[in-house]
């Protein structure tokens, strides 16, 4: 009754797999189009919308910085209930004047700047806790933030005015894409879909340029120091502020400054092909493949799925949370040196001081996720917002986008080896390749139809490029975006169904190079130093 033949056996397993996938992409896909098409603005009193302190680690120039870092000040909720705190590892950072300009300009805002403690005889900073920069820089900003919500947000995304609202009442109202979640699981962590978008020369001069051009910095007023030594205070006076921005292996793409050809000299159509790419493959894989099944697994809930461009929790959760690991048996902190340094900085007691905890993972914002999943029994909700991440389209190569997606999925091999095996199995081509032959062995008997994978790849298409636009046209319905943002500069509303193709083909095409060059090194390039991830999950200098 059950003598099936290997190849009968293998397509019944394959078409099961095929059809998960399939569910769980087109989940993803009708969420999107759904509760994505426009930025939401849910109902919320003005009672409930409890104090926050917004917190972004900075570190130089990135595009579009201004007008990124202005809509922490531009957030729709009472200047009383929220403080920016702009974290900081050295004073002569490059994005210094660019906060000093957003500082005097909202003068209302209340803002912080904490500056990292340096040893006077080495130079170095005091305040090194882990090998992970961004928490380095951000631990100061857990210690001093006047309120238990957090919202961490990185330097080189920008949010609508109505993103802290809308996350507020998804951690306090317990819900998901504003549908009430069911279960006993509790949101303990809001995030927003991380997206990027490919701008032109002229918009990434930008706003702040411009801003930076006319002002004069001379006539900021002197940096009062506040309790943290090295920090600068400013609230409702014109006062300056520095800022700057770490960043983790696991936060999405920044751009990448390579060197060209001196002015005047040609070069060939390939390599300026190649060379302004890199952008567009970094955008075509967030707005397709990335947020579909980001959305869907969120949706699932059967584990975290968190990127850490921009996260809202409870700075007294995650402090539970690293207190529970040396009393609970958990797969991701498990070993004695782990569970003895949850404990030593459980014993010191400093709201906030947890964050430590986490400077030894390269992908803190993962593990934070895991943590407050595990031992407070929570989960992870959406708010149907989006962030976005602005790139540079003229020197962002697509040698720069393999480097960063081989990077991270190496990253994400030591972490959550079962879902980085079976990725390639997400992807269009692959998964059209064994689909195609689970399909015409099962109902065809034959081995491949290809009608029936050109059929499958043309779906594909059409269902990525539905979802592509349906978030465009999400971004391009802004009220009072910056230039960059604005429908007449929006450059995918500029860009043909041609180009949009050869983008999303050469995307689909390295998927699988990219995996397997992932799968096969060991060694992780982070921020220009070498790493090994070890057994425990955390990361060690080579």
């Not at 051009?213 to 506040?226: C, M, Q, R, T």
């Not at 065809?444 to 050109?454: G, I, L, P, R």
Request: with cysteine; net charge positive.
């Amino acid at each position: 009754m059950f003598n099936l033949s290997f190849r009968e056996a293998s397509a019944i397993f394959l078409l099961i797999w095929y059809i998960v996938i399939l569910v769980a992409a087109y989940s993803g896909f009708f969420a999107l189009v759904t509760r994505f098409r426009k930025s939401p603005n849910y109902p919320l009193n003005e009672r409930d919308m409890e104090p926050v302190s917004i917190i972004r680690p900075l570190k130089g120039i990135e595009p579009e910085m201004y007008s990124c870092l202005e809509s922490s000040f531009l957030q729709n909720y009472p200047l009383s209930n929220f403080e920016i705190l702009f974290c900081v590892d050295d004073t002569n950072d490059a994005a210094i004047p660019v906060v000093q300009s957003l500082i005097q300009r909202y003068p209302r805002v209340s803002a912080q700047i904490l500056v990292s403690e340096h040893d006077p005889q080495t130079h170095q900073s005091t305040q090194h806790f882990g090998p992970n920069p961004k928490v380095n820089n951000l631990a100061k900003g857990f210690r001093a933030a006047k309120h238990d919500i957090l919202w961490v947000m990185d330097s080189n995304v920008w949010a609508s005015p109505n993103v802290l609202r809308n996350s507020v009442k998804a951690l306090n109202y317990n819900t998901n894409n504003g549908v009430p979640v069911s279960g006993s699981r509790r949101n303990k962590l809001v995030h927003h879909v991380p997206l990027a978008v490919s701008v032109s020369p002229q918009e990434t001069v930008g706003e702040a340029a411009a801003t930076l051009a006319s002002a004069n910095l001379g006539d900021f007023a002197e940096p009062k120091f506040s309790k943290f030594p090295n920090s600068f205070s400013s609230s409702s006076s014109p006062a300056s502020s520095s800022a700057s921005s770490s960043s983790s292996i696991a936060q999405l793409p920044h751009t990448q400054h390579s060197t060209g050809p001196s002015a005047g000299q040609s070069t060939p159509a390939g390599r300026r092909l190649l060379k302004k790419f890199g952008a567009k493959l970094d955008e075509m894989f967030l707005l397709t493949s990335h947020s579909k099944f980001y959305v869907s697994l969120n949706n699932l809930a059967v584990a975290p799925c968190v990127n850490g461009k921009s996260n809202i929790y409870r700075r007294s959760d995650l402090d539970l949370a690293v207190a529970a690991i040396p009393i609970r048996h958990s797969a991701f902190f498990n070993t004695p040196a782990v569970r003895n340094d949850a404990l030593q900085l459980t014993r010191e007691a400093a709201p906030g001081n947890s964050i430590k905890f986490f400077s030894k993972y390269i992908g803190e914002d993962n593990m934070i996720g895991i943590a407050l999943w595990e031992n407070l029994h929570g989960r992870t909700g959406l708010t149907s917002d989006v962030v976005i991440q602005p790139l540079s389209g003229t020197d962002n190569t697509v040698g720069n986008y393999v480097e960063r997606r081989v990077r991270w999925l190496r990253v994400r091999k030591y972490m959550v080896l079962a879902a980085t095996l079976i990725e390639p199995t997400t992807e269009s081509i692959i998964c059209g390749v064994y689909g195609t032959y689970a399909v015409s062995t099962v109902f065809f008997n034959q081995w491949f139809n290809w009608k029936y994978f050109a059929f499958h790849m043309a779906v594909w298409i059409l269902t990525d490029y539905c979802q592509y636009y349906t978030l465009v046209h999400n971004i391009a319905g802004f009220d009072n975006p910056p230039k960059w943002l604005a429908k007449h500069n929006l450059p995918p509303l500029k860009r043909r169904f041609f180009t949009w193709i050869q983008v999303w083909w050469m995307r689909e095409l390295l998927a699988l190079p990219i995996w397997v060059s992932a799968m096969y090194g060991h060694e992780i390039d982070w921020r220009g130093r070498p790493f090994k991830i070890k057994p425990d999950l955390s990361a060690e200098e080579l």
